[in-house]
């Protein structure tokens, strides 16, 4: 038959054009699509679909679309799905995008991605979320994100979750963060991690934590780390700690400080152990007092010097206090003292901590420094 008037194809029922031929169907323009009624759409069937033009295809409005059955929908070619209107997207229901073939999630442009409402994300299946290229990837929105079920987001990888937004990282639900893999974590970008809220960090297992890449971890945030977890601190890594900006490191609360191993202490660099607060300083355990490193003791501030308890101090032992310039020693909150410019011996006031001057006394009084 000629291809149909407009005027023609709004008279047909459902039953013609379910009747119409390859041929037929090939010479529907978008205008003809458009033309037909929510009812007249129902006479497609999926025998036809696939012989329209792709361009006929941006016809479809979205309450045409929301009308077809799941079927006929399913056999849309990648080309077709490709044409279909931003706004028409809406008209497929959760059961029709279920139905959608991984190939045909795929073929969906980073234009169309963001039409994609909540309800329509949420139904992927892990398939159709493995199937997802990078490009569409990084078209979702954190609202999107947010939706994918903690079943399909195990469909992403790496490849995938490396080319998701800074944006849409804040949608990642703390169910979500808690069952993503190690590898995923591993991929996670400097860029990525600063924009996670604190209660999204807490999310993370120790075990995940301890995968970050140090440049991730060298990102974070002043509130970030604030808000770790000492479970999260405990498995740090040497490079993850190293990494930690002298700005940041200084807001690692006292109760996370604490968890740091022998290995994790002698891990912080000069800049940053001159950057710890003499809070910080001060509730190191004489453990970790032991295992500083002589180049960390001689990066000391006189405030933190004089904020060592005298049991630390003894930990740290003569070969590294002698490391320490006099001056460190000699200076307290009354200025410098130079009265004398010997190495002190043991604290002058016998108190737990260094908090007024430093003098040189017999090596046989009772402070177990020894001789200087």
């Not at 000629?2 to 039953?15: N, Q």
Request: with cysteine.
């Amino acid at each position: 038959m000629a291809t149909p008037t407009l005027t023609e194809i709004r008279s047909f029922t459902s039953s013609q054009i379910q009747a119409l031929n390859s041929t037929d169907i090939r010479g529907l323009t978008s205008a003809h699509i458009a033309a037909l009624s929510t009812e007249q759409v129902l006479g497609f069937s999926s025998l036809q679909i696939p012989f329209l033009q792709a361009p006929a295809v941006r016809g479809f409005n979205s309450a045409q679309l929301q009308a077809m059955e799941s079927t006929p929908l399913s056999v849309f070619t990648t080309a077709q799905i490709q044409q279909i209107q931003v706004n028409s997207i809406k008209g497929f229901e959760s059961e029709d995008i279920q139905a959608l073939a991984p190939t045909l999630v795929a073929a969906f442009n980073s234009t169309q991605v963001p039409y994609l409402t909540t309800t329509q994300v949420a139904a992927l299946t892990s398939a159709q979320v493995d199937a997802l290229t990078t490009t569409q990837v990084r078209a979702l929105t954190s609202v999107q994100l947010a939706s994918i079920t903690t079943e399909s987001i195990l469909g992403l990888d790496t490849a995938q979750f490396s080319q998701l937004s800074a944006a849409a990282m804040g949608g990642l639900t703390t169910a979500q963060i808690d069952v993503l893999s190690s590898s995923i974590f591993a991929s996670i970008s400097s860029g990525q991690i600063v924009q996670l809220k604190v209660s999204q960090l807490q999310a993370v297992e120790p075990e995940n934590f301890a995968v970050l890449n140090p440049a991730a971890v060298a990102r974070l945030t002043v509130t970030q780390i604030a808000g770790l977890t000492t479970g999260q601190v405990d498995v740090l890594t040497t490079a993850q700690v190293a990494s930690i900006s002298e700005t940041v490191i200084k807001s690692l609360s006292t109760a996370n400080l604490a968890v740091f191993d022998d290995t994790q202490i002698a891990a912080i660099g000069s800049r940053q152990i001159a950057s710890l607060s003499t809070t910080q300083i001060q509730s190191l355990s004489t453990a970790q007092a032991d295992a500083l490193t002589s180049t960390q003791v001689k990066s000391l501030t006189s405030l933190q010097v004089q904020s060592i308890e005298v049991e630390d101090l003894q930990a740290i032992g003569v070969s590294e206090l002698v490391q320490i310039p006099a001056t460190v020693f000699f200076t307290s909150e009354h200025g410098t003292d130079s009265r004398s410019h010997h190495k002190p011996g043991r604290w002058s006031d016998g108190r737990a901590t260094a908090s007024h001057y430093f003098y040189p006394v017999a090596c046989n009084r009772n402070a177990g420094l020894g001789c200087f």
